[in-house]
């Protein structure tokens, strides 16, 4: 069995977001697994490398946030 070492309770989610970077140049589509109040783990729609710091835009907010992992489409953003 995996140790979950998440120091946040996370919540099951299923939300269409975007990942802005470089000043709104680049813009890559998402889909959020799931959140917690600290941080996100997306699944991007391609394979793409996510600039350290960016934003993601969900639910009619945007968050700064920066990429904690990333491994192929997977990744987890924690909120800055």
Known sequence: MKN??????RNSDNTVA???ADAGLT??????LDR???GVQIRLQQDS???A??????DHRIEP????????RA??????
């Not at 813009?27 to 959020?32: F, G, K, P």
């Not at 946030?65 to 192929?72: D, T």
Request: net charge positive; hydrophobic share 55%; charged share 20%.
């Open 4 to 9: 979950d070492r998440r120091k946040n309770a």
């Open 49 to 51: 490398i996510i600039p």
């Open 53 to 58: 710091d960016c934003c993601i835009l969900f």
């Open 65 to 72: 946030c920066r990429v904690v992992w990333q491994a192929s």
């Open 75 to 80: 990744a987890g953003l924690m909120f800055v």
């Open 27 to 32: 813009r890559l589509s998402a889909l959020i």
């Open 36 to 38: 917690s109040r600290v």
């Open 18 to 20: 975007t990942i802005v």
